[in-house]
């Protein structure tokens, strides 16, 4: 019956037209779409021909930048013809001055985002605006969800609905705390841009000169770093023990850090961090990224209020791969620290320390080592089978 049906429909040639022609304004809008300066706000939105078919969304109110109609026509001229995906680019006629006066009053003292509904095809959302958000602005289809530099709001629980599973944050101001239980427990994937925590260490780096410089103490740095205006923006519980992939951006301090990740994080990723590192025992892949140039600790497992106290948990080792990027030069590089679990090692631009001959000794998993090509030191004959060299074009194996 199904396939009777459908060579009905098929041997319709209008029907068939029409589906064709849906399937290729269907390709046009992702393409669209996906392109990240083509931003919609209320009113393009409004005029937009083919909410349903949106998969990607870039969006921002017109507070951002004062953007109308009259904007969006020379901004989109460039892009794609504008009577193909839009009803109208030509603005309305001016309403009175008592109207437009009451109108300018009402924008001011109302947020963009009110009575916004954005389409429930929506699979990425990437906001723009700096507005407060409200629950259910956020469709329940959205799976990745990103906060751009503009924002800098509190998020209140419940904001981010459930079914959002990788969440970016690029907010470059941060004057609130992520509180726990702002994440939806579906949430796997958490990424902190690279200005995430730039706030925060810009007043820190100003008090340490200060105190350098004889006009600051430590005591006033320890307080300093409490003003309301740059608070830490993690606690305990902030990360919830769903996410499974973490990416600290530009984190770079020296404080213990696996106190506020859950056992649940099995990759996790720098860019900036110097500082010695202890590696939580959950996690399985770890990339330190271009900076770090340091030891890293034993590893530790953070327990929780459930866990059975048993010698057997505390003795296994779960890391696999081990990315040190490319400012990591040892003097001697301190294998012994490091779990016997390791399967891949792999060094950045600048490794020049010698391989342990006793390396598979040590990893009786190890199964490659990534070098540059610029390493000139002996490499026992042992380990030449695990030895993989990377040219300029995979450059960005070593980095983040």
């Known amino acids: 019956m199904k ?3 459908f060579f009905k429909v098929w041997r319709n040639l209008y029907l068939k037209k029409s589906i064709f022609h849906h399937l290729y304004l269907y390709n046009i809008v992702n393409d669209h779409c996906s392109i990240c300066s083509n931003w919609f706000c209320k009113k393009s939105l409004q005029l937009f021909k083919y909410p349903t078919y949106i998969k990607e969304l870039h969006y921002f109110s017109n507070t951002t930048n004062n953007n109308t109609v009259i904007d969006l026509e020379f901004h989109e001229t460039y892009s794609i013809d504008n009577q193909l995906l839009f009803n109208s680019l030509t603005p309305p006629p001016p309403p009175p001055l008592q109207q437009q006066q009451f109108e300018i009053c009402k924008e001011n003292t109302e947020d963009e985002e009110v009575g916004i509904i954005l389409p429930s095809s929506i699979e990425k959302l990437t906001i723009h605006s700096n507005n407060k958000l409200y629950i259910g602005f956020i469709p329940n289809t959205v799976k990745h969800l990103v906060f751009d530099t503009e924002f800098s709001q509190h998020i209140d629980i419940s904001i981010i609905p459930e079914g959002v599973e990788i969440v970016e944050f690029q907010i470059y101001h941060n004057s609130y705390i992520l509180l726990p239980n702002t994440l939806p427990k579906t949430c796997k994937t958490l990424i902190f841009g690279k200005v995430y925590f730039n706030e925060f ?5 100003e008090n340490e000169n200060k105190r350098l410089e004889g006009r600051g103490s430590e005591e006033e740095e320890e307080k300093n770093y409490n003003e309301d205006d740059y608070l830490f923006p993690l606690t305990i519980g902030s990360i919830p023990d769903s996410i499974t992939s973490l ?12 106190e506020l990740l859950p056992n649940s994080i099995k990759e996790l990723k720098f860019h900036d961090f110097e500082h010695p590192f202890k590696i939580p025992k959950s996690i399985i892949h770890l990339n330190m990224g271009n900076c770090f140039n340091n030891y890293i600790a034993k590893v530790e497992h953070k327990k929780d209020d459930d866990d059975d106290d048993d010698d057997d948990d505390d003795d296994e080792e779960n890391l696999e791969s081990i990315n040190f990027g490319d400012s990591y030069n040892p003097i001697s590089f301190n294998y012994q620290l490091l779990p016997k679990s390791l399967k891949s090692l792999t060094f950045g631009l600048s490794f020049q320390s010698s391989l342990p001959i006793d390396l598979l000794n040590h990893f009786n998993q190890l199964k490659s080592i990534s070098l540059s090509k610029n390493y000139t030191n002996v490499i026992p004959k042992i380990l030449l089978q695990i030895i993989e060299f990377k040219d300029d074009e995979n450059i960005k194996y070593y980095g983040v």
């Open 247 to 258: 990416d600290m951006g530009n984190f770079n301090l020296n404080i213990p850090l696996f």
């Open 201 to 205: 260490f810009n007043n820190s780096y």
């Open 3 to 5: 396939d009777e049906l």
